[in-house]
């Protein structure tokens, strides 16, 4: 009997070194399997719910982009996008924390927008999500994450986006809900249930589905008592990138990968708030491929004259009440030069996307 307890305890001891590794590992993101009601995956497990649900929903009300909705007293919401992914993640679309699909799987994230003005949390028990295909097939209990708007200079998007997470009182916040779903799956509707309520959102895989707000070039773009920004241009770049002011002398940006270019973006930015903060923290920056692949972009302020770039990491913060001028890079490889671009900026939890078709 000793030997077999041994032998147990050495297992979960096996287990618990593999969890900690993977929790502690700084260069990989921590990637977590999981079934659509949040279960961790054994090998032979199928997370697909079969049951025929299609008379299910009959009650449910149509939840539209544009239009807020009330969960309960003083906690209200905005549908903000529907998007689909084989991973689970934090609305800015980059997080060294996200959930995976299993193979041939995806999820289709509904994610909305929740002003918590009560006097208590709201926690993920406050909803639940099942999506039905069109033949009537449920994919049953999906999974719940909620993350904190921030506009803070102590953003950290690792602990402000997970399944247990909460939205304070006073704040607000997204609320992720997440339904695993064949690869291939292209039309359905997503049930969600808040407060009780239940909402059906149409799922069109072709369709886009999201309250952005489309950008022009020149345009500012304000959030008051946050900041703002306008964009004046953009353009590839094969070997440096210029600062906007070239006409003198000055530092550029060399893109050291030769098979790869950068999408240089120009922009100013101005911090309305009363503290210092990151450019990455005010304002953040992705570039979306129609083949699914994410370029997160990286920020570089420059000097005030315009005439080169600011020491990265000793000066990529912006004073309170300050407008500077920045650029956002956006490296990929060559073969994505010629092919049309979704540039999407996020700032205090609002969407801005701009179509590039070089």
Request: charged share 20%; net charge negative.
């Amino acid at each position: 009997m000793r030997k077999k307890h041994s032998f147990i305890f050495l297992l979960i001891m096996m287990f618990a070194i593999t969890v900690i590794l993977g929790a502690c590992s700084e260069k990989e993101p921590k990637s977590i399997t999981v079934t659509a009601d949040g279960r961790i995956l054994e090998e032979n497990e199928d997370g697909e719910d079969t049951k025929d649900q299609s008379e299910k929903y009959t009650d449910s009300q149509l939840m539209e982009i544009g239009k807020e909705y009330s969960a309960k007293e003083n906690v209200s919401f905005e549908l903000f996008k529907v998007s689909s992914s084989e991973a689970f993640t934090s609305y800015l679309g980059y997080t060294t924390i996200y959930y995976k699909a299993r193979e041939g799987q995806k999820y289709i994230d509904t994610i909305l927008s929740l002003k918590n003005n009560s006097n208590s949390e709201i926690g993920p028990d406050l909803f639940s999500v099942d999506f039905v295909d069109d033949n009537g097939k449920s994919y049953g209990q999906g999974t719940i994450a909620l993350e904190n708007n921030t506009n803070t200079s102590t953003f950290n998007i690792d602990t402000d986006w997970g399944l247990k997470h909460t939205i304070a009182p006073s704040a607000e916040g997204k609320v992720h809900l997440g339904s695993t779903v064949p690869l291939e799956t292209k039309n359905g509707n997503i049930y969600a249930t808040i407060g009780g309520t239940t909402y059906k959102i149409p799922y069109d895989s072709s369709k886009n589905i999201s309250a952005a707000q489309e950008l022009t070039l020149g345009e500012t773009y304000k959030i008051d008592g946050c900041g703002s920004f306008t964009i004046s241009k953009m353009m590839y770049a094969e070997s440096q990138i210029l600062p906007s002011n070239s006409t003198g002398t000055g530092s550029v940006l060399t893109i050291k990968e030769s098979e790869n270019i950068a999408l240089a973006v120009y922009l100013n930015l101005t911090n309305e708030l009363a503290e210092k903060i990151s450019v990455r923290s005010l304002l953040w920056g992705n570039a979306y491929f129609s083949d699914g692949n994410l370029y997160a972009g990286t920020d570089f302020l420059e000097n005030q004259s315009g005439t080169g770039f600011a020491q990265r990491f000793i000066s990529n913060s912006i004073e309170s009440s300050e407008t500077s001028s920045a650029v956002y890079v956006f490296e990929m490889p060559k073969e994505y030069m010629n092919k049309p671009v979704t540039l999407c900026f996020y700032m205090n939890g609002k969407e801005y996307t701009y179509s590039y078709n070089p």
